[in-house]
């Protein structure tokens, strides 16, 4: 079983940048992981992913340009860079892992992190 820890929340005006990690207890290096979001009053949303295979990404369309995931199989970590922040992005993050899938999908991960909050100022 695979724990998984956020970090690097904070508060950051508008157009900063902010990095979270999420440190896996086991070998994440060989799990698909993903960055998750929840607003209040909003349903969690996925916001950026990381297929362990071939490294390769997928990001929702409002972070894309903005947001960069990428992962340290050495420190079983993966981040998640965050810059030119919007009020918008405001939202606890939650990372999460799963063993990897023939085809990626957005949902359906099994382990989840206890989240970190962002908040964006204007």
């Known amino acids: 079983q695979v724990r998984l820890v956020e970090s690097g929340g904070g508060l950051v005006q508008a157009g900063g940048s902010l990095r979270l990690s999420c440190s896996a207890s086991?070998?994440?290096?060989?799990?698909?992981v993903g960055w998750f979001r929840q607003a209040p009053g909003k349903e969690r949303e996925f916001v950026a992913g990381?297929?362990?295979?071939?490294?390769?990404?997928d990001y929702v369309d409002s972070v894309k340009g903005r947001f960069t995931i990428s992962r340290d199989n050495a420190k079983n970590t993966v981040y998640l860079q965050m810059n030119s922040l919007k009020p918008e992005d405001t939202a606890v993050y939650y990372c999460a892992g799963r063993p990897p899938k023939l085809a990626w999908s957005r949902d359906d991960y099994g382990y989840w992190g206890q989240g970190t909050q962002v908040t964006v100022s204007s």
């Open positions: 990381i297929i362990w295979r071939a490294g390769a990404t």
């Open positions: 086991g070998p994440i290096s060989t799990y698909d």
